[in-house]
């Protein structure tokens, strides 16, 4: 491991503190749990010369839940969110994902936060400095190519790998940012923006590998909100190399209603596949009949059409969509056969 590099540590107790500290310190970076981040700055993709602490901030530090809703603090720790009575109760998909990132240590540490804006990652870049530079670094860092698709006229494919945005987009999840000129919240599907489409610049709503949040200059995630869907049925789960602490090769999340014998209501998200995180376009039309081989052909190719995983882990791409589709499948068995009536 490489040694960590000075830098200066600023601790506000107050939003009104972290948000001018932001402001004085554009070239910081925002310190949640630090699992990530001071891994990346050890090995010398990031260098900030200010980091700013989130979690000494108590107003970012509260889980509120009921059956009507939920909303998460950023500085809200993965454990807390893992074990939180109601939540466990009533958005289990939430709490399975909190309690599926990693391992003890970094959920210990890990934050709301931290995990939503998690940088995303690629065999060529989550490397040392001098692994980098051997190889000529790459576009998401100081090169000027991407060795995954050396074709791909300036797109980076780094995947998006945080395991929370995928459980709280199936809930139709809003988030709320706060900075320099006030507060704004956005569906927080449309805080992510790795389209990574190879045929259109990246611009400011449509972003790839590198540029993969919508935040602004000196925005935060001040926290995650979302409201209950009566009868919806919710879990999360993952493929991963190494059981006890890894980032997801494929992370799926799935909500359903089912009426009677009829599915009327699927969500299905995933992780560890995009530059982003991709709740399917299309689920709708699935809807309406029994679970059976029409949905899950629906299913497939709805799975086809919109997971891009690409060569940036160890595991192939066309490895990780088979993983999702599969994960989605079993999934939606078991939370549609779940939620039968008892007799
Ligand atoms: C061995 C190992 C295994 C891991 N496995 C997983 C896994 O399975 N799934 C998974 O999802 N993650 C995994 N991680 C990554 C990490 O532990 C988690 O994603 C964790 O939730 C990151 O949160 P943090 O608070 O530590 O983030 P940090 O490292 O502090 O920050 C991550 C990024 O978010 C930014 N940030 C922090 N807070 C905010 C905020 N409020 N607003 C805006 N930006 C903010 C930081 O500036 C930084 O860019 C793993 C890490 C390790 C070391
Ligand atoms: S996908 Fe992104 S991080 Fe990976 S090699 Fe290409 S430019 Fe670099």
């Keep these: 491991m490489d040694a960590l590099p000075s830098f200066d540590l600023v601790r506000p107790r107050t939003l009104d503190e972290l948000i001018a500290a932001r402001a004085a310190h554009s070239d910081s970076r925002l310190l949640g749990g630090g699992t990530d981040l001071v891994v990346n700055i050890r090995r010398g993709i990031v260098a900030p010369p200010v980091l700013i602490e989130v979690n000494g901030v108590t107003e970012l530090r509260y889980i509120k839940a009921d059956e009507h809703a939920l909303e998460i603090g950023a500085a809200v720790t993965l454990v807390e969110l893992a074990t939180h009575p109601e939540m466990v109760r009533h958005y289990p998909v939430v709490a399975q994902a909190a ?58 494919f780094a995947t998006f790998s945080g ?56 925005e935060i995630v001040a926290s995650v909100r979302a409201k209950n869907t009566p009868g919806l049925r919710s879990a999360y789960d993952k493929i991963r190399v190494r ?28 992780t560890g596949t995009n530059p982003r995180p991709v709740r399917l376009a299309g689920t709708a039309a699935l809807c309406g009949g029994a679970l059976g081989e029409r949905v899950f ?46 007799s």
Aim: with cysteine.
């Design 243 to 270: 059981r006890s602490i890894e980032y997801p090769v494929t992370g799926v999340a799935v909500a359903l209603r089912r009426d009677g014998s009829k599915l009327v209501d699927l969500r299905v998200a995933f």
């Design 163 to 218: 395991d929370l945005a995928p459980a709280l987009l199936t809930l139709d999840a809003e988030v709320d940012i706060t900075g320099p000129t006030g507060c704004r919240s956005m569906p927080l599907a449309d805080l992510y923006i790795g389209y990574a489409r190879q045929d259109e610049p990246v611009t400011e709503s449509r972003g790839d590998g590198k540029y993969f949040l919508s935040l602004r200059p000196g």
């Design 297 to 342: 052909a629906g299913l497939d190719a709805l799975v086809r059409d919109q997971i891009m995983a690409m060569k940036t882990t160890f595991t192939p791409g066309h490895y990780r969509r088979r993983v999702a589709g599969v994960l989605a499948r079993r999934l939606m068995q078991r939370l549609f056969e779940d939620s039968l009536p008892s």
């Design 99 to 156: 309690g599926h990132i990693a391992g003890p240590t970094q959920r210990n540490m890990g934050t709301v936060g931290g995990n939503l804006c998690l940088d995303t990652r690629c065999i060529f870049y989550n490397q040392s400095e001098f692994w980098r530079g051997a190889n000529r670094h790459c576009l998401k860092t100081t090169g000027d190519i991407c060795h995954v698709a050396p074709k791909s006229r300036g797109v980076c």
